[in-house]
């Protein structure tokens, strides 16, 4: 039995910074309000001409092989995550195969939106405990710009996420005491609507449907979230799946050297940070420059982390998530 070890990290954002002002030019919003409630200052949005899912997840990925001193070729398999991919069908993972150049290895994609990342090394790890595979990519990428609501009806949306990607490589670890410990998933499909893009989709509302109705105030085109009710659940999972993973390796709370909190909400990682008595230095927080990047987030925030020397070799470290589904995961880590 191996383990496996995130062997280099990278991350790719787009240069168009947007701040709060700009976008209270477009819609009422003011820099006061998202700054009190989400503590988010500014964010990327993609220029278009530039820019998608797939390129960004591709020069992330350049990056985390690059530092994990590995060739191209060394790829065994792929895993993308991400809410907004560059088409419907087929998935942003084979596009990555081509444009990376990779041998015609396996290329698979997760929809798990901001626990997707999570989810996403999960399923690498098995791949490597196991020994089918040697080194992957793992990839967490998206462009939310695109399909946000940037009118006054969708700012308790549009003004929290942001584009981005963050990529990892998964490689084998002959020492069992080292890299990925464990990781814990979870779900509850019974809150499925209560952050969720409805539309287009093969349940209620297929692109067809639209263009026949060509309604301009459907509001399925665009994410929806109960913002208070994801927030009371997410402090609650949060903690859960902390204290899971920790259990689950006999580990305390006081272990923890950082913990890489999903960036939903800077007032949720201070809460979390608050209950588990954690100091700013054991807690990585970067919303306030990027936004949600949903399952860019974490990679994001981990390459950041790891590029200023706040994580070190032997270093526990606890990867958190929660977004919809609902779903939330987390993985420990000794680094
Ligand atoms: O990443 C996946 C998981 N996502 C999360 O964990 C997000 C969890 N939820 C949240 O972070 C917060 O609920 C939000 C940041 C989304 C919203 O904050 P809130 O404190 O729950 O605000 P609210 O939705 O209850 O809205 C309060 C007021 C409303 O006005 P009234 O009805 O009190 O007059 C909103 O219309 O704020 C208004 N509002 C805004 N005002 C200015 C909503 N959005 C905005 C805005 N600018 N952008």
Do not use: L, Q
């Given at each position: 039995m191996y383990h496996s070890k995130i062997t280099g990290l990278g991350y790719y954002v787009p240069d168009n910074v947007v701040t709060n002002d700009d976008l209270s030019k477009i819609m009422e919003t003011n820099d006061e309000w998202i700054q009190e409630r989400t503590g988010i200052k500014r964010r990327r949005h993609v220029n278009t001409a530039e820019d998608t899912t797939t390129s960004m997840g591709v020069k992330a990925a350049e990056v985390a092989i690059q530092r994990a001193g590995i060739?191209?070729?060394?790829?065994?398999f792929v895993i993308f995550a991400t809410l907004s991919p560059d088409y419907y069908f087929p998935g942003p993972g084979v596009l990555v195969q081509r444009d990376l150049g990779l041998k015609t290895v396996g290329a698979l994609d997760v929809r798990n939106q901001c626990s997707g990342f999570v989810y996403a090394i999960s399923i690498a790890d098995q791949y490597i405990k196991t020994g089918m595979y040697k080194n992957i990519l793992v990839i967490g990428s998206e462009v939310h710009s695109r399909g946000l609501d940037f009118t006054t009806r969708g700012r308790g949306v549009s003004v929290i996420f942001g584009d981005g990607a963050g990529a990892a490589i998964l490689s084998r670890e002959e020492?069992?005491?080292?890299?990925?410990l464990s990781t814990h998933l979870h779900s509850e499909g019974q809150y499925a609507e209560e952050l969720a893009l409805i539309a287009p989709g093969m349940g209620k509302r297929w692109v067809l449907d639209i263009l026949k109705d060509n309604?301009?105030?459907?509001?399925?085109?665009y994410p929806y979230m109960n913002g208070q009710f994801v927030f009371k659940n997410a402090v609650v999972r949060f903690s859960e799946v902390i204290m899971e993973g920790l259990q689950a390796n006999n580990l305390q709370v006081s272990d923890i050297d950082m913990l890489i909190p999903h960036q939903a909400n800077l007032r949720i990682s201070q809460f979390i940070q608050q209950k588990f008595q954690l100091t700013d230095d054991q807690v990585y927080n970067n919303i306030m420059e990027y936004g949600n990047t949903t399952a860019a987030s974490i990679p994001i925030a981990l390459t950041e982390a790891w590029e200023q020397g706040k994580i070190k070799e032997g270093d526990t470290v606890v990867l958190a998530a929660f977004g919809s589904g609902f779903t939330w995961a987390s993985a420990i880590i000794k680094w």
């Open positions: 060739s191209k070729d060394d790829i065994d020492d069992t005491t080292k890299g990925i309604d301009p105030n459907d509001e399925s085109y």
